[in-house]
């Protein structure tokens, strides 16, 4: 069990589930101040959205080791796959099984979600199988496969303009995942390369990813108040949001300054996490 649910990146999945739960919250917080009192929060369907976007996410995850087994084995030779605790056609059945699964739950929401879900489900094995080896592209598809989790919790409330609700809060969520993908390609750059990958850093070389890395980074930053200048949130988000702005700071300084990848992806991480909580301390 255990190495599945490190194959899936479990803790990963929750996050993902709990952003697109939050996109709900947000949403029905929105309607209800802006003259849709009457309406009862959807329980049932949050509990579906957080089920179907964990089982997708996951699902992605699995299939992005099943065809980066080569890499993986230069890189990260203690993944499931590459040290034999999952066998290769196992994760791959395993990963079809829980997109299927996750995208049944989203039908049984709405179309629109449903229609998120599978467009997402492709995406995401397109992604592994090609675009995760193209320069950027690659990178923008993680970016807007992270943003969507919003997305997807807005759409719950779509008739009534879920989508437009959530659409500053996907924008913030995939600029700073556009920033860490690159700078996870910058630290990968070694193994992706003797697979024969044409990431960014690749590309251009890893100096000029990592100032590209830090740009976006930082455009995420100033755009931060944004959701509190729009009231979407509360004071407390812009407190909170503060941290993960000082997060993002220091992982730009590490990639640009240091020169240090591996750190200044953790630190993205971090500042994503942070990202979260204020959306859910001021939604």
């Known amino acids: 069990m255990n190495a599945y649910l490190r194959l899936i990146r479990s803790g990963n999945c929750t996050m993902a589930a709990i952003a697109a739960?939050?996109?709900?919250?947000?949403?029905?917080?929105?309607?209800?101040?802006?003259?849709?009192?009457?309406?009862?929060?959807?329980?049932?369907?949050?509990?579906?959205?957080?089920?179907?976007?964990?089982?997708?996410t996951g699902a992605g995850n699995a299939i992005n080791d099943y065809y980066d087994i080569d890499?993986?084995?230069?890189?990260?030779?203690?993944?499931?796959?590459?040290?034999?605790?999952?066998?290769?056609?196992?994760?791959?059945?395993?990963?079809?099984?829980?997109?299927?699964?996750?995208?049944l739950f989203a039908f049984m929401?709405?179309?629109?979600?449903?229609?998120?879900?599978?467009?997402?489900?492709?995406?995401?094995?397109?992604y592994a199988r090609t675009l995760k080896r193209t320069a950027f592209l690659g990178n923008l598809a993680v970016g807007y496969l992270?943003?969507?989790t919003f997305l997807f919790g807005g759409a719950v409330f779509?008739?009534?303009?879920?989508?437009?609700?959530?659409?500053?809060?996907?924008?913030?969520a995939t600029l700073a995942t556009i920033a860490r993908e690159i700078v996870k390609d910058i630290e990968d750059i070694d193994g992706d390369m003797r697979d024969g990958a044409r990431t960014l850093p690749i590309v251009i070389g890893p100096g000029k990813a990592a100032d590209i890395a830090a740009l976006i980074g930082l455009v995420a930053v100033i755009t931060s108040p944004l959701p509190y200048l729009q009231s979407?949130?509360?004071v407390r988000y812009l407190f909170l949001v503060a941290i993960a702005d000082l997060l993002f700071a220091?992982?730009?300084?590490?990639?640009?300054?240091?020169?240090?990848?591996?750190?200044?992806?953790?630190?993205?991480?971090?500042?994503?996490?942070?990202?979260l909580i204020s959306f859910i301390a001021g939604a």
């Open 109 to 126: 929401i709405n179309p629109v979600c449903g229609i998120i879900a599978l467009i997402n489900s492709l995406l995401l094995i397109y």
């Open 250 to 275: 220091v992982a730009v300084y590490e990639i640009l300054g240091k020169n240090n990848p591996g750190k200044s992806s953790r630190m993205f991480k971090l500042a994503m996490a942070f990202a």
């Open 21 to 56: 739960t939050i996109g709900v919250l947000i949403v029905y917080n929105i309607l209800i101040s802006g003259g849709f009192a009457g309406i009862a929060f959807p329980f049932f369907e949050s509990i579906l959205v957080f089920l179907t976007v964990f089982l997708i």
């Open 158 to 172: 779509f008739e009534r303009g879920g989508l437009e609700d959530v659409f500053i809060l996907f924008l913030l």
């Open 146 to 148: 992270t943003g969507s």
């Open 71 to 103: 890499i993986d084995r230069i890189n990260k030779p203690d993944r499931p796959i590459p040290s034999g605790r999952i066998g290769l056609s196992t994760a791959l059945y395993f990963s079809l099984a829980l997109f299927a699964l996750g995208t």
């Open 232 to 234: 979407i949130m509360s």
